[in-house]
């Protein structure tokens, strides 16, 4: 039998985080050949991921990197059973690596991460090492990759706790203002990070989708007044009109005849309406909108300055520099959405892990 020294030892176990005396009798059968030591370890490391496999992974962290020129961005939902793990430092490594690589190649799906060669095995092998040596189960769950086209910029924003990202990406007509708008992109990243709109535009949308939405918020209006009848408050305004796909030219013309009329009913001076008329119309709107003010990034009214939807935001920004500035991508990962956790008693945990 070879000679197993202590140094040895010590370097499969640097290399492996597998412990020591697994690391010695994983060199006695080997015959003291390290590699074939990391192998072998690997091999029995993955039987015990294997295990660990089937449990549901729903915490972890989002991952995000930028490229220095903001014409590149790429995002990862990574996984880990619990929260502590998310925390510890070989997570964190593991999230950095991972979301490198999703950066530096090609691949625009998990199955193809997977297939990648990556520290000299398939990344999804590396994974499953890692899954042994941290002790959960971990899943790279999705990835998002999204580059600038022409003269775009894209940026993205991670939340501190590591629970959402965004990615948002921007299109200008003039290549040259691009660069000016890396942290006004990261602005509105942060808004959808907060807010949690889930398309671009009311675009998105079409009228069967509105006539069923439009019947469920009415309902919950009416709801809500009963409660604020009772306490003698304001009552909402029950609406008409919830999207600005229903707003045509005809029934905006309507409005603002209706509009008039009560102006003139009111006794104001017909000079000063067109003072009056646009901000009217911009309420009748405002009114008109929630669901795009509930679901569309366009449609939401700014979280640095309440006072104006994002779209007006947009506006103001191409004026300011010449330009026509517009959304064309947006992605949002918020963690664990749509994973279905178990129940488990801590009981029948306990007797899982002795099984």
Known sequence: MAEISAQLVKQLRDRTDAGMMDCKKALV?????????????????????????????????????????????????????????????GFKELSAKTIAMVQDSDVSNVEELHTLNFEGAKFEEYLKSQIAKIGENIVVRRIAKVEAKGGGIVNAYVHSNGRVGVIIA????????????????????????????????????????????????????????????????????????????????????????????????????????????????????????????????????????????????LGDKSKELGDSIEVVEYVRFELGEGITKQACSFADEVAAQLG
């Open 29 to 89: 059968e080997v015959g003291g050949d390290l590699e074939k030591a990391v192998e072998y370890l690997r091999e029995k490391g993955l039987s015990k991921a294997a295990k660990k496999a089937d449990r549901v992974a729903a915490e972890g962290s989002i991952a995000i990197k930028v490229s220095p020129d903001f014409k590149k961005v790429s995002m990862a939902e990574i996984n880990s059973e619990t929260d502590f793990v998310a925390k510890n430092d």
């Open 170 to 313: 921007l299109k200008c007509q003039n290549e040259a203002n691009a660069a000016k708008l890396s942290d006004f992109t990261k602005s509105l990243c942060m808004h959808a990070a907060a807010m949690k709109p889930q398309v671009i535009s009311y675009h998105s949308f079409d009228l069967d989708f509105i006539k069923s939405e439009k019947t469920a918020i009415i309902a919950e209006l009416e709801k809500e007044n009963e409660e604020l009848k009772r306490l003698g408050k304001p009552l909402h305004k029950i609406p008409e009109y919830i999207s600005q796909l229903e707003l045509t030219d005809e029934i905006l013309k309507q409005q603002e005849e209706k509009l008039k009329a009560e102006l003139k009913a009111q006794g104001k001076p017909e000079q000063i309406w067109d003072k009056i008329l646009p901000g009217q119309l911009e309420r009748f709107k405002a009114d008109s909108t929630i669901l795009d003010q509930r679901l569309t990034l366009l449609g939401q009214f700014f979280v640095m300055d309440d006072k104006k939807t994002i779209a007006q935001v």
